[in-house]
């Protein structure tokens, strides 16, 4: 079996990590990451990121004024 390609981890990293790839894709996606030298990091890089960003943004909602700017911009998306 082949091993997927460093930019196609790349590309499908944050499906992963989301749990949103078919189990194939994920299994060999997951082989890669334990074999892969570059990958393997990375992943524990942006899982580390998650992790923080999901700490970090767990306290209070944001001001309504905020919310209604933020959902103004994009609706002119």
């Given amino acids: 079996m082949t091993m997927m ?5 790349a590309r499908l990293l ?3 990590m989301d749990r949103e790839l078919d189990p194939v ?10 074999a892969c030298r570059g990958c393997g990091p ?3 890089f942006e899982a580390r990121l998650r992790a923080i960003i ?3 943004c767990a306290g209070e909602p944001a001001p309504e004024h905020l ?11």
């Fill in 5 to 9: 390609p460093c930019e196609e981890v």
């Fill in 14 to 16: 944050w499906q992963f």
């Fill in 25 to 34: 894709t994920a299994r060999a996606l997951a082989q890669h990451i334990r």
């Fill in 42 to 44: 990375r992943h524990e």
């Fill in 54 to 56: 999901q700490e970090k």
């Fill in 67 to 77: 919310r209604r700017r933020v959902l103004a911009l994009l609706s002119d998306i």
